[in-house]
């Protein structure tokens, strides 16, 4: 008999010749963390050589969120250690490279907010169906640390016209509603309440068979970055930002997706150093807000 491997923070269905997959922490907001993603991973290459098989949906358990990120929990222990954490990025990677070159289509099924490594999942997904209510956000910058598995990289690449948007995303956790993001051509497709979601998924993976398009190399273009209000000192750490527009600005210059994204492990391995990063994660897990004047 062939290897199964435990499946126990997903579950997956079959829906018209689609795999979807269900992530299941409900008490973690569908956080991922290795064993999860892990997971996901074997579901896809066990499923991706089969022709019975048309291609994958990818959903969150519930109705409030489709993924809140990185489990932050496992985050203290990087802090302070560069190549550890933009190792830990990179490991963190691995779904998300190999979405990048799977022959069969993915599709995100945005049920709630997407957030952080959630929104990057989503993103390195080959189209977005998104719930009405669904919000999207990178809150890392609140955290100290930036989104260092591909968000800094690759929405710029996919959807150049919604750079400045992004900008405001990535530098001060500026939040996208699925209508917004429809307008900017992020989400491919509304629905309305969780069926209708999964169903219109299933039928877009259908739809893109044969036709996904990879992630373009580049370089790109960016328009710069607005200089932050100086009333907003303290809510966001002037480094962890400068941080981040380096690495957008070095990462669309660069001419591989491969390269690009390393520089996005590297960055956050570099935040991960900063004392923003020990006082925005100590302050999540104290469930208090971060003070990042002396950052
Ligand atoms: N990690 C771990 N636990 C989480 C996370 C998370 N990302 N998000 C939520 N939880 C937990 C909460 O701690 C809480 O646990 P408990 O019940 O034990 O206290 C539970 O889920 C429910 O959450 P809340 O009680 O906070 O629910 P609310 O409705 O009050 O708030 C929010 C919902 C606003 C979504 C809030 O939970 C929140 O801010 N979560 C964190 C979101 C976030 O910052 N995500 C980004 C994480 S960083 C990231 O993804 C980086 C990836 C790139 C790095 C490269 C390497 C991976």
Known sequence: PQYQPAQRHVLVDDVDRVKVI???????????????????????????????????????????AFCAGADIGRFPSLLGDADAAAQYARDCSRLLVHLDRSPKPVVAALNGMGLGGGLELAMRCHAIVADRRAVMQLPEVGLGIVPGIGAMVVPYRRWPRAAAVLHGMLTRGERLRAGQAQELGIVDELADGWQDLVTRAVARVHALAGAVRPIPDGPVAVPPFEPAPAAEAGVRSAAIVALIEQAVREAAAATTLGDALEIGYRAFGAAACTPAAREGIAAFLAKRSPDFVAT
Request: aromatic share 4%.
């Open 22 to 64: 269900t992530l299941r922490r409900p008490e973690a907001l569908n956080a991922l963390h290795d064993e999860m993603t892990d997971e996901i991973l074997a579901v896809i290459r066990r499923h991706e050589a089969d022709p019975r098989v048309a291609g994958f949906v990818i959903v969150g358990y519930g109705t409030k």
